[in-house]
């Protein structure tokens, strides 16, 4: 018998980092080669840490083409490569999302320059963490020469013919830049121009067009772009860049630049026309690293891109050269991650959701997973195509996305991990809250109930609309009390609203007296409206608050449009024919002239007006394009009000643009604008136009 040998490796361990390795490297290729990950980050660096730790018990396990040994991706053979004249470094990552990772930096920095806690605060550099792929830029005597990717971090891939296709990277710098200058950044797509490329994709599919797929997210569709063969196609995947940082420059004392500090270099590449972003900040201590943390972390779904986290760097770049380097990353910086945006969770079940206007939407039901900050159960599958073409079952593994203000989603499925018996998914052809026949009609995506309001779920969503703060507003009214109200029969249309007693509401399951009177007094409080108010309350198809507001202002009184030809109706600013014909046609139904005679007599009412005179509105003719974050309207404001003064708001620039709207960290529609020399106006000059000025 021998006696067992304590020291080494289980077996189990052994076996699992092989098996690691294995996994890790599949989903390297796919991340770095293919730009097509089948996995979240959050989880290939749950993988990588497993591996990680599993090394660190067993070093002698170790073998040298471990991903743990490497920095970076494969160099693409496709490319030519080219090897950094200054290697492109990683940076430590803090994934402590609490505030500690900030102090953690800080403290780790004062404790390598030996400060005491009486020394004053250190001054730091806080960035946004840009989430795209890193970029060296190199110029010789004012021209770009060579742009490059990381790659290994010492061998990158030539990608200069795609890179100069980016506008917002300059080809040729001022004068006064050295012979040698190398400015590294980030390569980036914009959320909105990522939903647009991926819109694209998929009419290219529907079209039948083959090899067309549509992007996980803004990050690969960058990188994808970025190592695409054809330059052509490279043109048409709107990039963008933000300066962050240098590679090789001329040393001061062949004539090169002199800076103190890291902020002064950034003011510099920015005079030379690299995008810097307005986000950069300087920090003195860790308290106010933390500040930053906390303030970029509430900004980072509204911003135009996505990014993962913030970057910390000590600010002198005196200090940056005596604190020097660990291995393969800088002790000066680090950055501080955010929640991921991605993870992976199961699908539950697959439920069929029914809108206001009767839209069967399939929802995905997942195991509760925290993603973007928030913990999420829902996520939308879109419509029956979408569903079909990311072949999502009940049982799935799949990746959810929630960034920015977009819906969670379901973006793709992990084939490996699917268990057995799963069934494709179908739509139903029937409503499943009320059973009326669901149709798709020809040409839609979206199947509908043809219900109406016979359907529970729309007469729900319909009282919800009108109820919501934007319409009448009936502070309190939600969809729990919504649902008791009408599932019990006691609502079945809007002016029932008006028509609910004391009794009938203290009566209901949970409810206090208390609240049964305070909703009493926000249903009379809510009968006090306003024209555009209550048309928007309606919900009839197609009419919108801006509609609304149009309508109101041009006919003055309920009964005017009420009675408006299609004709009558076109001729107001914000009404084309498809807009017109769905007014017309929603009261043209006696049950919905009904309903509004019911409403009034139940003592909703508002100021009536006189028909606007016909004068010709501020932005009449006028095709607006957003862009960019502007200093005080949100985008759905500013397109409100532009809509509201005539004017018309598109999706992208084209030669029949009027004026582009540009905020900062305005995109490649800010230069596509230039390109084709299109006005250019910031929020003040809109402003001024809104007010009727020149
Ligand atoms: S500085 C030596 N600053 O994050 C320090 N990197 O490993 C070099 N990144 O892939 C990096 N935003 O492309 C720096 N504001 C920022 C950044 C940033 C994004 C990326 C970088 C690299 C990774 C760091």
């Not at 270099?265 to 005079?271: E, G, H, I, R």
């Not at 135009?304 to 660990?326: E, T």
């Not at 991921?340 to 839209?359: C, S, Y």
């Amino acid at each position: 018998m021998t006696t067992p040998d304590l020291f080494a490796p289980e077996p189990d361990d052994a076996g699992e980092m092989v098996q690691l390795r294995q996994l890790l490297h599949e989903h390297a290729h796919r991340y770095y080669v293919l730009d097509a990950p089948t996995i979240p980050d959050a989880e290939y660096d749950r993988l990588f840490r497993q591996l990680q730790a599993l090394e660190a018990r067993h070093p002698e396990l170790i073998t040298p083409d471990s991903p743990t040994q490497r920095v970076g991706g494969k160099v693409l053979a496709q490319f030519a490569p080219v090897r950094h004249a200054v290697p492109m470094l990683s940076i430590r990552t803090e994934t402590d999302t609490e505030a500690s990772g900030a102090e953690n930096f800080d403290a780790r920095i004062r404790r390598e320059l030996s400060l005491t806690d009486a020394a004053p605060a250190l001054e730091y550099v806080a960035e946004p963490k840009f989430d795209g792929l890193a970029m060296n830029l190199r110029y010789e005597h004012g021209a770009l020469v060579q742009a490059a990717t990381r790659g290994d971090g010492e061998v990158g891939e030539d990608v200069t013919q795609n890179i100069r296709t980016i506008g917002q990277i300059p080809l040729r710098l001022p004068a006064d830049a050295p012979p040698v200058l190398e400015v590294r950044g980030e390569v980036y797509m914009r959320r909105d121009d990522f939903e647009a490329l991926n819109e694209r994709q998929r009419q290219r599919i529907a079209a039948g067009e083959r090899g067309e797929h549509t992007f996980v997210n803004p990050r690969n569709a960058a990188a994808g772009a970025v190592r695409q063969l054809d330059p052509a196609i490279a043109a048409q995947r709107p990039l963008s860049f933000f300066a962050y940082g240098l590679g090789e420059v001329t040393a001061p004392e062949a004539g090169g630049p002199v800076w103190q500090t890291h902020f002064e270099m950034m003011q510099t590449l920015k005079n030379w026309g690299f995008p810097v972003s307005s986000l950069v900040r300087i920090a003195q201590g860790a308290v106010e690293l933390v500040a930053y943390y906390e303030s970029i972390g509430a900004l980072r779904d509204g911003l135009g891109f996505d990014i993962d986290g913030v970057v910390y760097k000590v600010n002198s770049l005196a200090l940056q050269r005596q604190l020097g380097f660990v291995t393969r990353e800088p002790r000066w910086a680090v950055a501080h991650k955010f929640p991921a945006q991605e993870m992976l969770t199961t699908v539950l079940a697959i439920d069929v959701q029914v809108g206001r206007t009767g839209k069967l939407t399939p929802v995905a039901k997942l195991a509760p997973v925290f993603v973007g900050g928030v913990t999420v159960t829902n996520a939308t599958l879109h419509n029956e195509d979408e569903a079909r073409r990311k072949d999502v079952r009940v049982g799935d593994t799949v990746v959810v996305r929630r960034a920015g203000d977009v819906i969670p989603e379901v973006v793709s499925v992990l084939p490996d991990k699917r268990v057995d018996d799963t069934a494709i998914f179908t739509m139903p052809r029937q409503c499943p809250v009320c059973g009326s026949a669901a149709v798709r009609e020809e040409g839609e995506a979206d199947y509908r109930c043809t219900g109406g309001l016979f359907c529970s779920a729309q007469r729900k969503q319909a009282i919800l609309h009108f109820a919501q703060r934007r319409a009448v507003e009936v502070e309190g009214l939600g969809d729990k009390l919504v649902d008791q109200l009408v599932d019990a029969g006691i609502i079945n249309t809007l002016p029932d609203l008006y028509r609910l007693g004391f009794t009938a509401l203290a009566n209901l399951p949970r409810m206090a007296d208390k609240s049964a009177q305070n909703m009493l007094d926000a249903l009379e409080k809510s009968k006090q409206t306003s024209l555009p108010r209550f048309l928007f309350g309606l919900g009839i198809r197609h009419v919108g608050e801006a509609t609304a507001k149009a309508l109101a202002r041009h006919f003055g009184k309920l009964d005017a449009i009420m009675d408006a030809s299609e004709e009558d109706l076109l001729a107001v600013a914000d009404v084309g024919p498809i807009v017109a014909k769905s007014i017309r046609t929603f009261f043209d139904q006696a049950h919905n002239r009904e309903v509004l005679e019911q409403l009034r007599a139940c003592g909703v009412t508002w100021p009536e007006g006189e028909p606007a005179p016909v004068a010709p509105q501020p932005l009449s003719g006028q095709t607006f394009v957003l862009t960019g974050t502007l200093p005080t309207l949100g985008r759905e404001q500013a397109k409100a009000l532009i809509e509201a003064a005539g004017g018309k708001v598109a999706g992208s620039v084209s030669k029949k643009t009027s004026f582009v709207v540009a905020g900062t960290e305005a995109g490649s529609k800010l230069d596509k604008a230039r390109e084709l020399g299109v006005a250019v106006l910031d929020e003040d000059q809109l402003k001024e136009m809104l007010d009727g000025g020149a």
